[in-house]
């Protein structure tokens, strides 16, 4: 069992990575009264009972609160009828939300308990591989308006994160490759161990052996903990690093209309990245080669589908820019990741041609 602590004061905690990890609700919860399972009904019927038994052995009422899958119930409207819920159910301040489920239901759940009474502990139970090694820690919670992704949401950091990779077992492969995505960024981010572990245990990490998945995640969970350490609530840019790959990789969900798989963009994305900064000169081609090989170590295709054009990816990253410039990467140099602001379009061109994208109109 891997024990990485996230060191935030009073809001400290630790994730727990391995075999078994949900029975420790037990000791995290005891001496709650009331405890809200949050989760979709597939993730119930399929990894439901360990959280069951787990929570059995606390004096806890427990009650499970279902909501719907996709996207599209990411919304104040779920959040509405989840705090309704956990208010007929006498959830209050000192009662606990379990969090069981993928990204979405981290989020939707961690947002009710951040509002919920003004704030309720919330465990998060992850069991998509992007969500154990991304979205479960770090305390960001929201959910989605018409307008846009993520608008209405919360910082408020969980009390423990439970990560047992033996439910990735019934993940369907494009959610499992959409977490080796995130794992090929956290290799790229200057940990050499990491690194090391996806070159020479790529197969084994795509054929999900638990074992090396276990140590990736752990791995890959103490990166993200000292990035949240650093920076709790994104005000000083340090969190912009994890945001490495992603300018490209959010334009191309964008522009394939979402028919690429989010670790999929975001492998796109960091080759894309690794050239760019290979074009501008701030690596050398030996580097970029190693980023290219390490992310096709994973599986994962490093060319966009055919007919995306660069005309229509540079519209959407200028219309996400951030409001400081114009297009906004982070590239790695000679002393690690940097935020470049506006690359020269010959520059462009050639990180556009390396991943397949044509020039466009
Ligand atoms: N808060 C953050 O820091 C953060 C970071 C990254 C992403 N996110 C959010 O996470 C969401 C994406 O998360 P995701 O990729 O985990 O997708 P998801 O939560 O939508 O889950 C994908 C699908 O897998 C199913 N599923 C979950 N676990 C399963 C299992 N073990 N076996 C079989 N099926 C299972 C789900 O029911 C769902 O149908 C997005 O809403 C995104 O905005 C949040």
Redo the contacts with the bound molecule.
Sequence with gaps: MHRVGVELGPRSYDIVVGDGAAGDLATLLSGRARVAVVT?T??AE??GEAVQVALAATEANVETFTIG???EH?NLATIEALCRGFTRFGLRRNDAVVAL???????VA?FAAAVHYRGVAVVQV???L??MV??A??G???VNLPEG??LVGAFHQPVGVLADPR??V???ER?YR??LGEIAKYALLGDRDLAHLVENEGEALVARERRIVSDAVARCAAIKARYVEADEEERLGLRAHLNYGHTLAHALETVCGYALA?GEAVAIGLVFAAELAGALERIDTAEVDRQRALVESLGVGTRAPDGVAATDLLAVMARDKKSSGGLTFVLAGANGLDVVDDPPPVALRAAFAAVGVTEGA
């Design positions: 979709q597939r993730v399929l990894h899958d996709g996207e990411k489920g993928g990204g979405m239901v981290g989020d961690g992850p069991t998509t992007l969500a991304d979205a820690i770090g960001k919670t929201a992704k993520n439910v990735l019934t993940l369907p959610e959409s977490g989010h």
